[in-house]
């Protein structure tokens, strides 16, 4: 099992521009996660999803779209990207919710926006 | 909703010595209670978590303890090791929660 996996590795973007973060799991898990992470900001929740065709949004969820058209993949977008959206992100997946809510990380996405 | 503090933000201890993490948690019906470490460059990862049916639970070097009453939890591990140097995150969950809930992360260096 590959677990988590993140594509790109790493992506280096022009102000305005757009892209879409890939994040799969073949664990069969129905709660997925997009966190970002910054220099002593510890991880913040973007958006989140707890089945396929659902989504929600998470403590910093501006600027950031979601979609989770297949319950294996959780895709991020960046519509018009903005110097502040420079972070590592890093997509989840759990079984469950609550006491099951083991989460299992990606490598991680190193975003820089010029 | 549930806010979690964790101190200190940078920890350093000789290795061979203990060191000591700590979170409180401000929802009282918070039931799950997970410890996750990142290495340099990595992703984070499970490495202990306790349940509030319990108050502690140790697996060979590290341990967790709890306290309901206060609301807060701590990360023990003894006899440190270059190797666990790294940011701990701790982190909470209820029942009703589709999501945890992290603490700000403690960067741990242990001096050889």
């Known amino acids: 099992n590959a677990g988590v996996t993140q594509t790109p590795k790493f992506r280096v973007l022009k102000t305005g521009q757009s892209m879409t973060l890939l994040c799969a799991q073949d664990?069969?898990?129905?709660?997925m996660y997009w966190y970002r992470q910054d220099p002593g900001m510890g991880l913040r929740l973007i958006h989140y999803?707890?089945?396929?065709?659902?989504?929600a949004k998470g403590e910093v969820p501006d600027g950031y779209n979601v979609s989770r058209l297949k319950k294996q993949n959780f895709l991020l977008g960046l519509e018009s990207a903005a110097p502040s959206q420079t972070s590592v992100y890093f997509c989840?997946?759990?079984?469950?919710?609550?006491?099951?809510?083991?989460?299992?990380f990606g490598p991680g996405t190193r975003l820089t926006v010029l | 909703g549930e806010n979690v503090e964790q101190h200190p933000s940078t920890l350093s201890v000789q290795e061979g010595d203990s060191a000591v993490i700590k979170c409180t948690y401000s929802?009282?019906?918070?039931?799950?209670f997970p410890w996750y470490k990142q290495e340099l460059g990595k992703r984070p990862q499970l490495i202990i978590d306790?349940?509030?049916?319990?108050g502690e639970k140790k697996d060979q070097r590290i341990a967790v303890t709890l306290n309901k009453t206060a609301k807060h939890f701590s990360l023990h591990i003894t006899e440190t090791q270059p190797e666990d140097s790294a940011v701990y995150f701790c982190?909470?969950?209820?029942?009703?929660?589709?999501?945890?809930?992290f603490g700000t992360g403690t960067r741990l260096t242990v001096i050889p």
């Open positions: 989840a997946s759990s079984y469950g919710r609550g006491a099951n809510n083991e989460q299992f």
């Open positions: 999803s707890v089945g396929e065709g659902t989504t």
């Open positions: 982190a909470a969950s209820n029942t009703g929660a589709n999501n945890l809930f």
């Open positions: 306790i349940r509030s049916n319990v």
């Open positions: 664990m069969n898990h129905e709660y």
């Open positions: 929802d009282s019906a918070s039931n799950y």
